[in-house]
């Protein structure tokens, strides 16, 4: 793996595309149908690449890196990134990482991340929409002993040794500043991620995974330089990881029910232009601080 | 949305047979592959290189403009400090389209281009315009590269080609306040210094489309006292000399997202293209025929969003108890707009690809001699491109306005309220058939194909390819139209035909090849998909109509009766 001396790093997860549920995305048992669903990349991680890249367009030299922890197919998350400006990726893969919940995912990514020395930024969606637990950022970066500035919406200014950025609250917003190493989780209402660019899609449609390599019957070290090396996989024992705190083992987490909820409405008046009506909805409007 | 992904009409043009030969011409073999990464390997890695890319312009397309197309409609651009600004959804447009990559497709990839064939980069302009008929001008006028790269010096080309890749804009700037459709009289005056060794232009343009762009191609008078269009030189003017004042914005009818300006010149350095005198004759006659395949691939574009909106409309409309598109004289327009647009857009990826060839075969007579066959293929291309570029214009901008036009019919009373759609893509069509050469000037330019037999000889190529027996009663059809065309033609072409009646009689000649052409060529697309085989039938009832039509015009109007239509 390469490093530069301004490495940063991009935390993305490739979720079931939950934004176009049909019917058949829950199995009988309230499981997701995972082969029912297309995947993307989680659209909160988009938008942390997004600022990682705006890092990298004001700091000469500055490198990004995505992360990403799934089955071999998340390599098309690496790709992706590719396209639209990041220099390489890594998949964390092994079947130990399994059955991950937050704690446990957070402590493998925690642990790869270990394997840089010189971190200065880290980037991840606030949440993933599978989940939506907003937790793996947060914990990575407690577990690395890093600083965190959580819900991101505008990279205001950085420079070599520090960076300015706005965060998204209920109540308002903040902007604050920080020295690095640092992690930062961005928020939905961040701007969107550049498109794929043309050039960058034609260059990087051929990068492949030693996975993905087997796969397609290919002899990884007879393919260039540019193709072979951009995706690194590396497993449970590539990062050292202690295998009692991983997957299923790793995650206190236990899931007692999954129950496949259909809103309804429930609270709906129907009103009329009559009078007492108009004055029913008026004290609502007034009530709920609509008007008034 | 994706407004490449959701329409599999244009995979299809994108994998037509002729397009292996195309590929490897333009590839010249796969000779860079291996030494260059965005060189394809072969024909399939070049397709899927075109794919990949024309998702990304379906993406930014169906995203992007078609999401900042009504703002800009409404905002337009305005003058700041003597500076064209865009429109805030124009602004953001080009900022998408310039960070992916996507100027320059068609220049070679030593001046930062992708080295595309016209096929994949006329597409583009298609998928544009359906999103944005007015921000599609600003982004194909990255066209003008081409004739930067055909005729330009190489010093030239080493300047300003890679800028042009990188989204620098461009606009052509050739009509005058006393020069339009008549581009001899131009009077912009080009003068040579002899003290610093520069040209510099004084005079006026108007009617320029974009402008304040970076890069401007100028046509201008250099032979002092000459008075034809064989004094005229082309010439480039870059944006950060400061030397023309932008005088006004025009308030247009439709596409207001494209700035139209009106220009002074005020001793503006210039540099030469090519040579002197051929500015008119040779480079933007080549030019203009580029344009105007960029017209029809926005005609095609515009139409299929028209379509597109008057086809749901008429899917979720109720009346009577149904949808309206249950109603005959509902779908029968439908239809025929889809008959139409499936027509043009057959007739706009055929006249690309020999576009493609011509262009591709005269980019290799410069390294090296071309063989007799490929010089007479080259040849054969060449005169197919220009007899097919000004019917594809023609057909196409007209089309454009009637498949708009239906489509504010299908939406009712709505349809004529500005907060639907089809108003706007009513407004936007207006355009097509007048800028480029009007529609009477595309007739100008054809007719002589007709007085030749070129178009003739091309329907009978057509009626020789192969063809599945299924489809021979439908090939019938298209040769007992075609036998009109002959008459029509036989009584045009008589040496006793007075000149004036010939040009009046002219577009309705021009109009009959091109309906048996579009007919051909929907049975060509047929042969190879049966998903054209309705639009192919539908085309060929309306051949049979309209050219019985006017060969009736031609055999009534003789000279007696023509002048009743004198003013």
């Known amino acids: ?25 829950m199995k009988e048992d309230g499981t997701i149908n995972r082969a029912a669903l297309p995947t993307i990349f989680n659209p909160d991680d988009l938008k942390a690449l997004e600022m990682a890249l705006e890092v990298k367009d004001r700091i000469q030299g500055a490198r990004v890196t995505v992360v990403t922890m799934g089955p071999a197919r998340a390599a098309d998350i690496i790709r992706e990134s590719l396209y639209r400006g990041a220099d390489d990726g890594i998949v964390i893969s092994d079947r130990k990482f399994a059955g991950s919940d937050t704690l446990a995912t957070s402590y493998a990514l925690a642990t790869a991340l270990k394997k840089f020395d010189n971190i200065k930024l880290v980037f991840s969606g606030r949440q993933a929409i599978d989940g939506d637990t907003a937790q793996v950022g947060p914990q990575t970066a407690e577990k690395l002993n890093m600083p965190q500035i959580t819900y991101c919406e505008t990279l205001e200014e950085v420079t070599e ?106 609270e709906n008046i129907t009103l009329t232009d009559n009078e007492n009506d108009i004055d029913i909805l008026m004290k609502e409007l007034i009530k709920s601080h609509i008007i008034g | 949305m994706n407004f490449y992904q959701d329409n599999e009409k244009l995979r299809f043009y994108l994998t037509h047979p002729l397009m292996e030969k195309i590929v490897g011409l333009k590839e010249q073999g796969y000779r860079e592959a291996g030494q260059d990464s965005l060189a394809p390997i072969d024909f399939e890695d070049a397709i899927d290189n075109y794919d990949k890319v024309l998702e990304i312009v379906g993406e930014l397309a169906g995203e992007v403009l078609e999401a900042n197309a009504e703002s800009v409609d409404h905002e337009g651009p305005h003058i700041i400090d003597n500076a064209i600004v865009y429109a805030e959804g124009t602004q953001k447009n080009h900022e998408a389209m310039t960070k992916a990559g996507l100027y320059g497709m068609s220049l070679p990839r030593k001046y930062k281009g992708l080295n595309f064939p016209y096929v994949p980069y006329v597409m583009a302009a298609e998928i544009v315009s359906r999103a944005d008929a007015g ?31 990188e989204g620098a804009t461009c606009s052509m700037d050739l009509t005058e306040p006393d020069a339009g459709s008549d581009l001899q009289s131009v009077r912009l005056k080009a003068t040579y210094n002899e003290q610093d060794g520069r040209w510099y232009l004084n005079g006026v343009k108007r009617f320029i489309t974009n402008g304040d762009a970076d890069i401007k191609l100028v046509l201008a008078r250099s032979e002092e006292g000459s008075t034809d269009g064989r004094g005229l030189s082309y010439f480039l003017y870059d944006r950060t000399s400061k030397a023309v004042t932008i005088r006004r914005i025009e308030n247009k009818l439709g596409i ?114 071309l063989t007799a066959e490929e010089r007479a293929d080259m040849k054969t291309a060449q005169r197919n491109a220009d007899m097919l570029t000004p019917m594809l214009k023609l057909f196409s901008s007209e089309y454009a306005n009637q498949v708009a036009y239906d489509c504010i019919q299908i939406h009712g009373g709505s349809g004529f309220m500005k907060e639907y759609k089809c108003e706007r893509l009513y407004r936007d069509a207006r355009i097509l058939s007048i ?4 529609s009477q000037l595309q007739v100008v ?36 139209i075609k036998e009109q065309y002959v008459k029509l033609t036989s009584i045009m072409t008589a040496p006793s035909y007075p000149a004036e009646l010939f040009d009046f009689n002219a577009r309705n000649a021009v109009e009959t090849a091109g309906y048996i052409i579009m007919s051909y060529l929907l049975l060509q697309d047929t042969n190879r998909c049966r998903c054209f085989k309705t639009s192919c039938e539908n085309m060929i009832t309306m051949a049979k109509a309209e050219v019985a039509k006017r060969l009736t015009l031609v055999e009534t109007i003789g000279e007696d009766k023509i002048n009743n239509y004198k003013m």
């Open chain 2, 445 to 480: 330019a054809a007719i002589r194909f007709v007085g030749n037999g070129s178009y003739l000889k091309r329907m009978e190529e057509y009626d020789n390819m192969p063809l599945d027996d299924e489809l021979k009663p439908m090939l019938e059809d298209i040769r007992a």
């Open chain 2, 435 to 438: 800028y480029e050469g009007t």
């Open chain 2, 256 to 369: 207001k997202g494209s700035p139209t300006a009106e220009l002074v010149f005020t001793n503006a350095p210039a540099e030469l293209v090519g040579e002197r005198k051929l500015g008119l004759i040779k480079y933007v006659m080549s030019l203009m025929n580029g344009a105007r395949l960029g017209v029809g691939a926005q005609s095609v574009g515009l139409a299929e969003a028209a379509y597109r909106e008057a086809l749901d409309y008429a899917k979720q409309r109720e009346q009577f108890g149904k949808a309206i598109i249950c109603f005959p004289q509902v779908y029968e327009m439908l239809s025929n707009m889809r008959a139409k647009i499936d027509g043009t857009r057959s007739l706009l990826y055929e006249t690309t690809r020999f576009v493609d060839l011509s262009k591709i075969y005269n980019a290799i007579s410069k390294e090296r001699t």
């Open chain 1, 161 to 266: 040794d520090s960076i300015v950025v706005k965060r998204r609250l209920d109540n308002g917003c903040e902007t604050v500043k920080s020295h690095f190493p640092l992690l930062l989780t961005v928020h939905g209402n961040a701007a969107d991620c550049r498109p794929r660019n043309a050039v960058r899609v034609i260059s990087n449609k051929k990068v492949c995974s030693l996975s993905e390599a087997k796969e397609r019957n290919l002899d990884i070290n007879s393919l260039p330089d540019n193709i072979r090396t951009k995706i690194q996989e590396w497993t449970a024992d590539d990062i050292n990881a202690d295998p009692s705190r991983l997957g299923f083992a790793g995650s206190p987490t236990k899931v007692k029910n999954i129950e496949n909820v259909v809103l309804s409405k429930k």
């Open chain 2, 135 to 165: 921000f599609a001008n600003i982004w194909g006028l990255q066209d003008c590269a081409e004739t930067i790269y055909e005729f330009g010096s190489d010093e030239l080309k080493d300047k300003y080609l890679p800028r042009i890749s």
């Open chain 1, 1 to 25: 793996m390469i490093t530069s001396k301004f490495q940063i790093l991009v935390l993305a997860k490739q979720v079931p595309d939950t934004r176009n549920v049909e019917k058949d995305a």
